[in-house]
């Protein structure tokens, strides 16, 4: 029996910042031979111009709404008056995989510190120092990070798992996709309780 569990995100969604702490109890709850994928799906295209002023204003209410859906997640809305910010979440996405290259260790401490940048520390992960100077505090080699954030393999290797994780059935961030048996089952997630996704993964994996 093969099974993994898909996890597709961006770093840069605030509905998977919201979702952080219930996926944290996903992980420690899967069942052995079960291990999580995580992909990344790219919320929005490499782009220098600013973002639009109704376009922040959503945003800012997004945040506002998921702190009363999702008690517990904070947000330091002074990243809206001390930043530039812009629609280009694929920075952030590439930092990833650049992380990732050094060890898989440090995919998820790079998605965290993408995170705590942009939601706690009003910094901004859409700029390419932002990445650059997270790569020095989670102490990874900083040149090497540096030549492979932006290296066309790295962009190749984001394109591919955005087109993979369409093709499996993800629909908006997060995601969770069991694959079983070579057939993809979309799992329905709760943002404040674990057990909901992992009743459901049991039932699959229970199947004959």
Do not use: K
Not at 14 to 29: D, E, K, T
Not at 45 to 52: E, F, G, I, R
Not at 72 to 101: E, K, L
Not at 177 to 195: F, K, M, V
Request: hydrophobic share 40%; proline share 8%.
């Amino acid at each position: 029996m093969s099974s993994r569990l898909y996890y597709v995100h961006d770093p840069m969604c605030s509905w998977c910042w919201a979702f952080r702490p219930v996926l944290v109890r996903i992980v420690g709850a899967l069942p052995a031979g079960v291990p999580l994928v995580r992909l990344l799906g790219g919320l929005a295209p490499d782009s220098d111009q600013p973002m639009p002023r109704p376009l922040q204003e959503y945003l800012q209410t997004t945040w506002h709404t998921i702190q009363q859906r999702v008690p517990g997640t904070s947000f330091n809305f002074d990243f809206w008056s001390r930043c530039r910010p812009r629609r280009s979440t694929y920075p952030a996405c590439r930092a990833v995989i650049a992380a990732r290259q050094q060890g898989a260790e440090f995919e998820p401490a790079m998605i965290l510190a993408i995170q705590q940048a942009y939601y706690l520390r009003a910094r901004n992960p859409s700029d390419d120092a932002t990445l650059i100077a997270l790569a020095g505090e989670l102490e990874l080699d900083q040149a090497r990070f540096a030549r492979e954030l932006n290296d066309p393999a790295t962009h190749r290797q984001l394109t591919q798992e955005i087109d993979f994780a369409q093709s499996i059935g993800a629909e908006g961030f997060p995601s969770l996709i069991l694959e079983r048996r070579g057939r993809y089952h979309r799992l329905n997630h709760d943002y404040q309780d674990a057990a909901p996704l992992l009743t459901q993964l049991a039932g699959w994996l229970a199947e004959d």
